[in-house]
Structures are given as structure tokens and as C-alpha cells.
């Protein structure tokens, strides 16, 4: 079976930094999509980050320069590094994976990122 674990995430002030994790099991991280995709109250889901299954490596125009996607050599542990945040980077923040970027079958149960 499928799993996603995201943690990492926290209250933070303007211009800080967090690492989210999310673990995986279940799949292999070459064979599908995985990234991030948030949700601020009120807001549509936005997708933050991927990571495509030939390794190339996409961001939001709103978090690119400030936020930064990778792995473990091991391939079960997906990292969001978050640089430079600002309030407007407030949300649930989800990891997911699937076959495309916009069609994440699999989801974990969120962190949460509050930046004030």
C-alpha cells in the first residue's frame, strides 16, 4: 500500500525557514509524479513543487528562488527546503504522487505551515 507521512511543518516568522519531509512506502519514486501541492483557507489547492519520474524538477512561479525539492539517496524520503517565507505561504501542505502532475492518486494527511 501507499503511504505518505508529511512532517516538518510549524509556525514560523517572516523571512524564516522550514524542511518538510514527507516519507514514502509503497512505490518506487522514479516510476510516478511526487511533490507538493498546499491549500491556504480559502484558497484553491495550489501545486508547489514536483519532481517528475525523469528526475526533472519543477516550482510554482511563487516559490521559485525560495524553495528547493530533493530526495534521499534511498528514495522514500521527499524534502521541500522553504527559504525566505512569507505570509502568503501560510497553508496545509500536502504531499502527493501519481502518474502526472495533475493527477496525484495518493495523499498524505498534511503539515502545517503558518508564517507570521
Known amino acids: 500500500d501507499v503511504q505518505l507521512v508529511e512532517s516538518g511543518g510549524g509556525l514560523v516568522q517572516p523571512g524564516g525557514s522550514l524542511r518538510l519531509s514527507c516519507a514514502a512506502s509503497?512505490?518506487?519514486?522514479?516510476?510516478?509524479?511526487i511533490g507538493w501541492v498546499r491549500q491556504a483557507p480559502g484558497n484553491e489547492c495550489e501545486l508547489v513543487s514536483f519532481?517528475?519520474?525523469?528526475?526533472?524538477?519543477h516550482y510554482a512561479d511563487s516559490v521559485k528562488g525560495r524553495f528547493t525539492l530533493s530526495q534521499d539517496n534511498a528514495e522514500t524520503v521527499l524534502y521541500l527546503r522553504m527559504t525566505g517565507l512569507k505570509p502568503e505561504d501560510t497553508g496545509m501542505y500536502y504531499c502527493?504522487?501519481?502518474?502526472?502532475?495533475?493527477?496525484?492518486?495518493?495523499w498524505g494527511q498534511g503539515t502545517q505551515v503558518t508564517v507570521s
Open positions: 502527493g504522487v501519481g502518474p502526472g502532475s495533475r493527477d496525484f492518486r495518493f
Open positions: 509503497g512505490f518506487t519514486f522514479s516510476s510516478y509524479y
Open positions: 519532481i517528475r519520474s525523469d528526475g526533472h524538477t
